[in-house]
C-alpha cells in the first residue's frame, strides 16, 4: 500500500513506523527500572464457578500506570520484557505479589498468574515458585500457574520434568488461551492440567448465526471433560455468550460480564461485607 500510495502517504506510514521504533525504545529503557519505581500494580479479575455462581480463582493482571504515558497494556510490554530480558525479575514481582495479596483473601478462593514462556524455561522455576510459596506462606493448591502452548515449542523431556516438579509442589496447572497456539493435541497426553482456558477468540461472536465457535467450545469442553480437566471460557462479555457457554459444559466463566480486574482493595472490601459474588451484569448483546 505505502509503494502504491504515492509520495505523501508513504511518508505517513514511514512517520508512523518511525513513532512506533520510538515508543518501543522508551518503553524498553523505562522497563529497565521500572520495579524501582511505584508504577506497576497487580489487578485481579475473577473466575467465577458456573454452577454455583461463587468465586473460585482472581487471575493476577499486571498493570502499568506511565506518570506521562499513562496506562501501558500488559500486551504491548510483557513481550518487550521478553524482548530484554527483564521478564525473570518482572515475573518473579508478579508471582511474588499475587500470592502475598491471595493470603489475605478467603482461603478457599486461589489465584492464577500468568508465567511468561521464558519464565516457565528458567531452570530455577520450580524453586522459585517453592520459595515464594513458603516466603508468603500461601497454600500451594491455591495457587493456579497459567502458561501458554509456546512453553511444548522446546518440546522436550525437561518440560516433562518442570511439569512433574510443579505437580509436586502441589500447585494447579491451567492451559491459557487455547486454540490459539500451534494447537497440536500431543502434549495433553502427558502434561498435568488441571484446567483449559478456552481463549476468547471463540467465545467473541459466538452467539452469532452460522458460526462455528460453538462447536468447537463443546469439543474443547468434551475433550477437557474426558482428560478430567476444568475449562474456562474467558471473555465472557454478554448475557447470552454466558447462557451458551454454560449450555455448552464450560465448569468456570471469566468475563467482563463479571468484572473486570479490580484492585486488592476493592476485593478486601467486599470480602468484609460478605461471600465474594460478582453478579452477571452486561448487554444481552452488543
Ligand atoms: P490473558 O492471560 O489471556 O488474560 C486475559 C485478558 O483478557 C486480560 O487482558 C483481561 O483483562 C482480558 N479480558 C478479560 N475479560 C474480558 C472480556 O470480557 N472482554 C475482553 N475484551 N477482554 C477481557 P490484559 O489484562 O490486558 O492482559 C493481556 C495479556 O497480558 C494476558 O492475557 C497475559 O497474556 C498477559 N499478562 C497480564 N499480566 C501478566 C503477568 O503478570 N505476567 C505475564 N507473563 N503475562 C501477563
Ligand atoms: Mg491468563
Ligand atoms: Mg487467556
Ligand atoms: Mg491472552
Not at 22 to 38: A, F, G, N, P, Y
Not at 112 to 141: H, K, M, W, Y
Request: aromatic share 8%; with cysteine.
Amino acid at each position: 500500500a505505502a509503494k502504491g500510495g504515492g509520495r505523501a502517504q508513504y511518508r505517513f506510514y514511514s512517520g508512523e513506523m518511525k513513532e512506533g521504533a520510538k515508543r518501543r525504545r522508551q518503553i524498553e529503557e523505562e522497563l529497565r527500572s521500572v520495579l524501582d519505581t511505584d508504577q506497576l500494580a497487580m489487578h485481579y479479575q475473577p473466575i467465577v464457578d458456573a454452577q454455583t455462581q461463587m468465586v473460585a480463582n482472581f487471575e493476577s493482571l499486571i498493570r502499568w500506570h506511565h506518570p506521562e504515558r499513562g496506562k501501558i497494556s500488559p500486551a504491548e510490554f510483557i513481550p518487550v520484557a521478553e524482548d530484554i530480558d527483564m521478564i525473570k525479575p518482572l515475573g518473579e514481582w508478579a508471582l511474588a505479589r499475587a500470592c502475598r495479596d491471595a493470603t489475605q483473601w478467603p482461603d478457599d478462593i486461589g489465584v492464577a498468574v500468568n508465567i511468561s514462556a521464558l519464565q516457565f524455561e528458567c531452570d530455577d522455576f520450580p524453586s522459585v515458585v517453592r520459595t515464594v510459596l513458603s516466603e508468603t506462606g500461601l497454600s500451594p493448591s491455591r495457587l493456579v500457574l497459567e502458561i501458554t502452548e509456546s512453553v511444548f515449542l522446546g518440546g522436550s523431556n525437561r518440560t516433562q520434568r518442570k511439569f512433574e516438579e510443579l505437580k509436586k509442589i502441589g500447585v494447579k496447572l491451567a492451559l491459557d488461551d487455547f486454540g490459539t497456539g500451534y494447537s497440536s493435541l500431543s502434549y495433553l497426553r502427558t502434561a498435568p492440567f488441571d484446567k483449559i482456558k478456552i481463549d476468547q477468540s471463540f467465545v467473541r461472536g459466538c452467539t452469532e448465526p452460522g458460526n462455528n465457535n460453538p462447536a468447537i467450545m463443546s469439543a474443547i469442553v468434551n475433550l477437557a471433560d474426558a482428560l478430567k480437566m476444568a475449562t474456562v471460557a474467558e471473555g465472557v462479555e454478554t448475557k447470552d455468550e454466558l447462557k451458551l457457554v454454560v449450555d455448552r459444559g464450560a465448569t468456570h466463566i471469566q468475563g467482563y460480564i463479571y468484572s473486570p480486574a479490580i484492585t486488592q482493595d476493592n476485593i478486601l472490601e467486599r470480602a468484609e461485607k460478605g461471600p465474594l459474588i460478582f453478579e452477571a451484569r452486561g448487554p444481552a448483546r452488543y
